[in-house]
């Protein structure tokens, strides 16, 4: 299910788009590929793209594999968010997982809970190094919520004419 | 050209275009059956055609080098481009991987 919503000079936000997606792997990818087009308007740098892409790919995997325990349901759904205001994204993803006992202790580097399964333990560490602003919120049983903000397009364009 | 070659002991791994969760799995439990074989010291992870990668390469790199380097094995990046580059120092990989530079064609690490 994909829901746009387009609103013109409504308080501050600019555009805003909504997407539901079940709980695999495989989702991990469209994620990613639909926030990087959702930001193509403001132009922004290879940089900015793939620093964008790379956050959002961890707070989907961590979804997929944490927040569901990997178990590859369809009924388990992640729920992304990204809203635009003037020049700044903000991406929400969130899921009705199990939920982070320890958000703290989670965001620490190289920290993981699964180290069998080959994760680096280097997700949110990479979120808020590519992010201009990370927000983590978590209830054990209830689900995890991530917010995270960057300004895209730094870099003025000198391509443009008018 | 197949992805995964070996060549003297080394096993060459050619990477996907994107790296990601969904596609280490795969990568790594086909490495670990060439390491397994014995054939296989060193491993050479080879990113010239990768123009993504999140934490989990991160992982598929840091898992083959626990596997190779028990029996004194090592653990090379070849083409890495600069947001790879970026992503493995990073991950403090530089120190137990050999980043090798970006004009060195892959053969070049077994001479």
Not at chain 1, 62 to 75: D, K, P, T
Not at chain 2, 2 to 25: A, C, G, Q, T
Not at chain 2, 101 to 110: A, H, N, Q, R, Y
Request: aromatic letters at 6%; proline letters at 3%; hydrophobic letters at 40%.
């Amino acid at each position: 299910m994909i829901e746009i919503v387009e609103k013109k000079e409504i308080g501050a936000v600019t555009n805003e788009v909504r997407v539901e997606f079940a709980a695999v792997s495989d989702n991990e990818s469209f994620a990613r590929m639909a926030v990087a087009a959702f930001i193509t308007p403001l132009n922004p740098t290879l940089e900015e793209l793939s620093d964008v892409k790379t956050a959002v790919s961890e707070a989907v995997t961590n979804a997929v594999i944490h927040g569901y325990e990997n178990r590859g349901e369809r009924n388990d759904k992640v729920f992304m968010t990204c809203v635009l205001r003037g020049d700044v994204l903000e991406v929400e993803i969130a899921d009705q997982g199990v939920g982070i006992e320890d958000v703290d202790a989670a965001m620490t580097p190289l920290y993981t809970t699964k180290p069998d399964m080959d994760r680096s333990g280097m997700g949110f560490a990479f979120m808020e190094a590519f992010m201009d602003d990370l927000e983590v919120r978590s209830e054990p049983g209830r689900g995890t919520n991530v917010r995270m903000c960057k300004k895209i397009g730094t870099h003025p364009w000198v391509g443009s004419e008018d | 050209m197949e992805d995964f070659k070996v060549i003297n002991n080394y096993l060459m791994i050619r990477m996907p275009e994107e790296i990601d969760h969904h596609e280490s799995v795969d990568i790594s439990s086909k490495a670990d059956r060439y390491i397994m074989s014995g054939r296989v010291e060193n491993v050479v992870f080879d990113f010239e055609r990768t123009t993504f990668m999140d934490s989990s390469g991160v992982g598929i790199i840091l898992g083959r080098y626990k596997k190779v380097s028990c029996f004194g094995g090592k653990v090379y990046a070849v083409n890495a481009d600069s947001r790879i580059r970026r992503i493995l120092l990073m991950s403090g990989l530089q120190n137990i991987v050999e980043i090798m530079d970006p004009k060195k064609k892959c053969g070049e690490v077994l001479q």
